[in-house]
């Protein structure tokens, strides 16, 4: 049973923030290297590295500058990157084929990953939005996405990354039942010990334009994904995608995007026993960006107290733009 406080002055809250030290002593929440993943935007360009416009400070990687990126996440203590491809349109069509060619773009950057840093953790994005010549994560028919038949293209999808040596498996498109159709697939191929990061909550949103331009699907995409994507009015909803998606063999869970659903985060961790992720996405990254190009706020401290919300709301990680800079703000 709680107690009521001291009243003023035996209870004086200041005390406990007079300095550093009793600030950090007392800390609630903590934030470190470790709790982030970089995202890495991958591509099959001649160029080492090229600027993607809307997001400041990312550029879309080649093979070996996705390797050479690697490296460098070890150094800052990162666990793991997350890999987004942009393909040449010729690589696109409407099935999404590019997205199950084991020698395609993403098999050759988890294999640079491996062989120059062993020991990272990999992460792989499951849908065919950037593979197909609509634009949608799904199959296309008639201007209906279809379900069924996109998760047996999602299963291929999935085993061609893990047969290529990808850690976590992050199916993204919200088709019904692909997480226990991906996690028999990953069984019956032997690769048991292949996580599963399932966007379990995931918002049809504005904020993910800037990602859009970055992977090039955004002059693809025909209408829009709210027929997938949940309503950004629902909370309970989001429950009940949890608890499908733990039912069906997810590892952990993934809520996407993350400063405007906070409350979701929340309640996704109280509920279950499963590590929760958040996505700080594309369009949170470029809002902070242009606001701190213009002097309106402090990028880092920015940086630093939109992580720690999401650690405070209950996250064990969070996949972040801003990796590399926390970690250099955090002292790693």
Same mark, same amino acid.
């Given at each position: 049973?709680?107690?009521?406080?001291?009243?003023?002055?035996?209870?004086?809250?200041?005390?406990?923030?007079?300095?550093?030290?009793?600030?950090?002593?007392?800390?609630?929440?903590?934030?470190?290297?470790?709790?982030?993943?970089?995202?890495?935007?991958?591509?099959?360009?001649?160029?080492?590295?090229?600027?993607?416009?809307?997001?400041?400070?990312?550029?879309r990687l080649s093979?070996?500058?996705?390797?050479?990126?690697?490296?460098?996440?070890?150094?800052?203590?990162?666990?793991?990157?997350?890999?987004?491809?942009h393909v040449s349109?010729?690589?696109?069509?409407?099935?999404?084929?590019?997205?199950?060619?084991?020698?395609? &773009?993403?098999? /050759?950057?988890?294999?640079?990953?491996? =062989?120059? @840093?062993?020991?990272?953790?990999?992460?792989?994005? *499951? $849908? #065919?939005?950037?593979?197909?010549?609509?634009?949608?994560?799904?199959?296309?028919?008639?201007?209906?996405?279809?379900?069924?038949?996109?998760?047996?293209?999602?299963?291929?999808?999935?085993?061609?990354?893990?047969?290529?040596?990808?850690?976590?498996?992050?199916?993204?498109?919200?088709?019904?039942?692909?997480?226990?159709?991906?996690?028999?697939?990953?069984?019956?191929?032997?690769?048991?010990?292949?996580?599963?990061?399932?966007?379990?909550?995931?918002?049809?949103?504005?904020?993910?334009?800037?990602?859009?331009?970055?992977?090039?699907?955004?002059?693809? &995409?025909?209408? /829009?994904?709210?027929?997938?994507?949940? =309503?950004? @009015?629902?909370?309970?909803?989001?429950?009940?995608? *949890? $608890? #499908?998606?733990?039912?069906?063999?997810?590892?952990?869970?993934?809520?996407?995007?993350?400063?405007?659903?906070?409350?979701?985060?929340?309640?996704?961790?109280?509920?279950?026993?499963?590590?929760?992720?958040?996505?700080?996405?594309?369009?949170?990254?470029?809002?902070?960006?242009?606001?701190?190009?213009?002097?309106?706020?402090?990028?880092?401290?920015?940086?630093?107290?939109?992580?720690?919300?999401?650690?405070r709301a209950g996250?064990?990680?969070?996949?972040?733009?801003?990796?590399?800079?926390?970690?250099?703000?955090?002292?790693?």
């Amino acid at each position: 049973m709680s107690l009521p406080p001291a009243p003023y002055p035996y209870s004086r809250p200041r005390r406990l923030r007079a300095s550093p030290w009793r600030r950090r002593l007392v800390a609630e929440t903590t934030l470190s290297p470790a709790d982030l993943i970089w995202p890495l935007i991958v591509h099959d360009g001649d160029e080492a590295r090229e600027p993607v416009p809307s997001m400041p400070g990312v550029e879309r990687l080649s093979v070996r500058a996705c390797a050479e990126a690697a490296r460098e996440a070890v150094a800052m203590g990162l666990p793991a990157v997350a890999l987004f491809p942009h393909v040449s349109p010729r690589v696109k069509d409407a099935q999404g084929s590019g997205a199950t060619d084991p020698s395609g &773009l993403i098999p /050759d950057c988890i294999k640079a990953i491996k =062989d120059a @840093a062993p020991d990272l953790g990999v992460m792989c994005d *499951v $849908a #065919l939005d950037c593979y197909t010549d609509h634009g949608h994560d799904g199959l296309l028919r008639e201007g209906v996405i279809l379900n069924d038949e996109t998760v047996a293209r999602l299963c291929e999808q999935a085993l061609v990354q893990a047969e290529a040596g990808a850690d976590i498996i992050a199916p993204s498109d919200m088709m019904d039942g692909r997480v226990g159709a991906i996690r028999d697939a990953l069984e019956s191929e032997g690769h048991r010990d292949v996580m599963i990061l399932s966007y379990a909550a995931k918002y049809a949103s504005c904020f993910y334009g800037p990602y859009r331009d970055a992977v090039g699907s955004a002059r693809a &995409l025909s209408g /829009d994904k709210k027929t997938y994507q949940m =309503d950004p @009015a629902n909370s309970d909803e989001a429950l009940r995608e *949890v $608890a #499908l998606d733990i039912g069906e063999g997810a590892d952990a869970v993934m809520v996407k995007p993350g400063l405007a659903y906070l409350d979701i985060i929340q309640r996704v961790a109280e509920r279950f026993e499963v590590p929760v992720f958040a996505y700080q996405v594309s369009g949170e990254y470029a809002m902070l960006k242009a606001a701190a190009a213009n002097g309106w706020l402090d990028e880092d401290r920015a940086v630093i107290e939109t992580l720690m919300a999401f650690r405070r709301a209950g996250c064990a990680g969070i996949v972040s733009y801003f990796a590399p800079r926390a970690c250099r703000l955090l002292g790693a």
